[in-house]
């Protein structure tokens, strides 16, 4: 089981204040703050910024991190802040089929390239 993740990011205050209004469709704030890292999360900081000062943008690293959300409509107003707040589309809100199911998601770029995803498994109808 995955307890957090980290991400990199190269301004804590600009970043911070994107992950703001990014994570609070999916019910995330901020709940830590320190002088290099910030956290978000629900009841605990599942997400930690991390600041690396001088970090040169990501270029398609080959990772991502999935952030399960409730619904559908949340996976949409993630992306929609995301892009009012300067990131960027990975990949558009919509259905998806993984390995071993079929989600609802969307994919985003923050200003540093780190790519976020928010997901759901809708009810079967």
Request: glycine share 10%; net charge negative; with cysteine.
């Amino acid at each position: 089981m995955i307890d957090h993740v980290s991400i990199p990011v190269s301004d804590l205050t600009a970043s911070a204040a994107f992950y703001d209004k990014v994570l609070q469709p999916l019910g995330m704030t901020r709940l830590a703050e320190r002088p290099h890292t910030v956290g978000f999360g629900k009841k605990y900081p599942e997400l930690w910024l991390n600041l690396r000062a001088g970090m040169a943008p990501l270029r398609d690293s080959g990772h991502h991190v999935g952030l399960r959300c409730r619904t559908a409509e949340a996976v949409d107003a993630f992306h929609a802040a995301a892009l009012e707040a300067g990131g960027h589309s990975d990949g558009a809100p919509g259905p998806r089929a993984a390995e071993m199911t079929a989600y609802y998601g969307a994919f985003v770029l923050d200003p540093d390239g780190n790519k976020i995803e928010a997901m759901t498994f809708p009810p079967a109808v």
